[in-house]
T-cell receptor, first 116, second 112 residues
Framework: GAVVSQHPSRVICKSGTSVKIECRSLDFQATTMFWYRQFPKKSLMLMATSNEGSKATYEQGVEKDKFLINHASLTLSTLTVTSAHPEDSSFYIC????????????FGPGTRLTVL | GIQVEQSPPDLILQEGANSTLRCNFSDSVNNLQWFHQNPWGQLINLFYIPSGTKQNGRLSATTVATERYSLLYISSSQTTDSGVYFCAVGEYSGGGADGLTFGKGTHLIIQP
């Protein structure tokens, strides 16, 4: 149980385009989902907290107009990187919390974004 | 915000050896998780252990919340144990469950 999927697993796009990444909880309902970013050989950094039916809460330094988050249902959150630039290239990982299991978070497999 | 320090940053061991990874954190937490990140980037949940002791096969973990540290034990290491181990903590802010703050990880290499 507690499986989280992400799509796509890998994406390459041109500078200036937008890319949407989906995060789904497959076997549980997630009122809260999280988005993280990881640079090569670095740790994970929290970008934002996504609550179903309400606006996302962004961490300091994360541009909310650049990284659009939508959590329209209890099993789906999306992250859209708008007007992507090469410096947005990174590994994006989502996680979801099953409210029935306390505060434990379950992570998706990640999406590797490369902006040319 | 809360600080998380992991030690050692790098660890090289022979197959069959035992190891202890440490995680220190600077404030009270309501969530502490240990992960193993595989070569493809997937974070594998090892333990959800905000306090107490748990065991799963060759792995065990202990969190002493009052002293703000957690330990991950790996016994009889295998080459497949190689990879990066992360400790991550969450502190409850009162407005809802916050995201996790990750340590910088321990890079473990098990040599045959």
């Amino acid at each position: 149980g507690a499986v989280v999927s992400q799509h796509p697993s890998r994406v390459i796009c041109k500078s200036g385009t937008s890319v949407k990444i989906e995060c789904r909880s497959l076997d549980f309902q997630a009122t809260t989902m999280f988005w993280y970013r990881q640079f090569p050989k670095k740790s994970l950094m929290l970008m934002a907290t996504s609550n179903e039916g309400s606006k996302a809460t962004y961490e300091q330094g994360v541009e909310k107009d650049k990284f659009l988050i939508n959590h329209a249902s209890l099993t789906l959150s999306t992250l859209t990187v708008t007007s992507a630039h090469p410096e947005d290239s990174s590994f994006y990982i989502c996680s979801a919390r099953d409210s029935g299991r306390g505060y434990e978070q379950f992570f998706g497999p990640g999406t590797r974004l490369t902006v040319l | 915000g809360i600080q998380v320090e992991q030690s050692p940053p790098d660890l090289i061991l022979q197959e069959g050896a035992n190891s202890t990874l440490r995680c220190n954190f600077s404030d009270s937490v309501n969530n502490l998780q240990w992960f193993h990140q595989n070569p493809w980037g997937q974070l594998i949940n090892l333990f959800y252990i905000p306090s107490g002791t748990k065991q799963n096969g060759r792995l065990s973990a202990t969190t002493v919340a009052t002293e703000r540290y957690s330990l991950l034990y790996i016994s009889s290491s295998q080459t497949t144990d190689s990879g990066v181990y992360f400790c991550a903590v969450g502190e409850y802010s009162g407005g809802g469950a916050d995201g996790l703050t990750f340590g910088k990880g321990t890079h473990l290499i098990i040599q045959p």
